[in-house]
């Protein structure tokens, strides 16, 4: 694997691709975990909590997962990387450019990622790395989630 140091933008960019990565391993989206996220948020909406009425109701045939939930399941959807930024800190997320729940994603459903880097720029905390990331339902080639993510890559702080 290629390191990177985290401020060396010119070695960053050279990264920055039209091409997605490699798909990450699969993850499930079991109910339980649609159940527990509504726990944590309180998003009790029947659509993604209630089978019984999702299955009569609902237009996508049952119950779906919250996006955010799918969001927030990127962490565990790593791609097989080539390279890595190294030399940093810490990393915080910054934000997002652009954040789109495009498709449900059923229970039950196996979801994945692929990414790819479409920018870095100096800041004056640090560097900061704009990625573009596709969630799917495997199997489907429309996207559940478009995600362009940015991180800011901050100097190791030395105290005391």
Request: proline content about 5%; overall charge neutral.
């Amino acid at each position: 694997m290629e390191d990177i140091r985290f401020d060396d933008i010119e070695a960053i960019l050279a990264k920055v691709s039209d091409t997605f990565g490699e798909w990450s391993e699969p993850v499930e989206v079991t109910q339980d975990m649609i159940n527990r996220f509504a726990d944590l948020t309180g998003d009790h909406q029947w659509i993604h909590v209630d089978v019984e009425r999702a299955k009569r109701e609902s237009p996508f045939g049952g119950t779906i997962a919250h996006g955010f939930l799918t969001l927030s399941l990127l962490p565990q959807m790593r791609g097989k990387a080539v390279w890595r930024i190294v030399g940093y800190g810490n990393a915080t997320n910054y934000g997002a450019n652009k954040l789109r729940f495009v498709m449900p994603v059923p229970a039950g459903a196996k979801i994945h990622a692929h990414s790819r880097l479409v920018g870095a720029e100096a800041k004056p905390k640090g560097t900061q790395v704009t990625q573009d990331i596709q969630v799917h339902v495997v199997g489907k080639d429309t996207p559940a989630l478009i995600y362009e993510m940015v991180v800011l890559y901050h100097p190791a702080i030395k105290r005391g």
